[in-house]
């Protein structure tokens, strides 16, 4: 069965940083792209990040570019998202999501989410 | 790159036929997916390269179009069609945008 987890999310003051997990398993973790996809409450999606299979092509979206930055761990089958300068506008739920190879783009792989809440 | 939808909400029945079209805003040939979200789920891809159907989705489901305009047809509303649905561009592997949604309510 394949399962995304998120972890590290919670209250956070503007300004502050978090750094977000993701843990892969039940397929070959270092054959995806693995995305990074926000909602705010009550709000539509936002794709955020991904990174290629090796860690050595990271995409972002421009509202994050400069503040966030995505790594894998291909050992520990683990994306991240480490988050800088937080701004209340950051609040949302973090998916990660796998990249499908026949699709070119995310599939309906994804993991629940996890709350990250930007408030002082 | 960025991608508006119409219209942001849509009222309609069972057995209706709806359109929801979305625009890019510089041609992405035919690198549009669309996703079904409903309340509280993960969403789900119902269509990619603009016009083929995921696995598993039903046929009333179609997508048309490239370049910068793109549609989502649902040829016979069903009960479980009403959520929200979401245009994606993907033009350029690993730079991705969402539409801002269009949601699809009962009348």
């Known amino acids: 069965e394949i399962r995304l987890v998120e972890s590290g999310g919670g209250l956070v003051q503007p300004g502050g940083s978090v750094r977000l997990s993701c843990e892969a398993s039940g397929f070959t973790f270092s054959n995806y792209y693995i995305s990074w996809v926000r909602q705010a409450p009550g709000k539509g999606l936002e794709w955020v990040a991904n990174?290629?299979?090796?860690?050595?092509?990271?995409y972002y979206a421009d509202s994050v570019r400069g503040r966030f930055t995505i790594s894998r761990d291909n050992a520990k089958n683990s994306v991240y998202l480490q988050m800088n300068g937080l701004r209340s506008d950051d609040t949302a739920v973090y998916h990660c999501a796998r990249d499908e190879l026949s699709l070119a783009t995310i599939g309906n792989n994804w993991g629940p989410g996890t709350l990250v809440a930007v408030s002082s | 790159i960025q991608m508006t939808q119409s219209p942001s909400t849509l009222s309609a029945s069972v057995g209706d036929r709806v359109t929801i079209t979305c625009r890019s805003s510089q041609n992405i040939d035919v690198w549009v997916a669309w996703f079904q979200q409903k309340q509280g789920k993960a969403p789900k891809i119902l269509i990619h390269r603009a016009s083929v159907l995921e696995d598993g989705v039903p046929p009333r489901f179609s997508g048309t179009g490239s370049g910068t305009e793109f549609t989502l047809t649902i040829s016979s509303l069903q009960p479980d069609d009403f959520a929200t649905y979401y245009c994606?561009?993907?033009?350029?592997?690993?730079?991705?945008?969402f539409g801002p949604g269009t949601r699809l309510d009962i009348k």
């Open positions: 990174i290629n299979q090796g860690g050595t092509d990271t």
């Open positions: 994606q561009q993907y033009h350029g592997h690993g730079r991705m945008t």
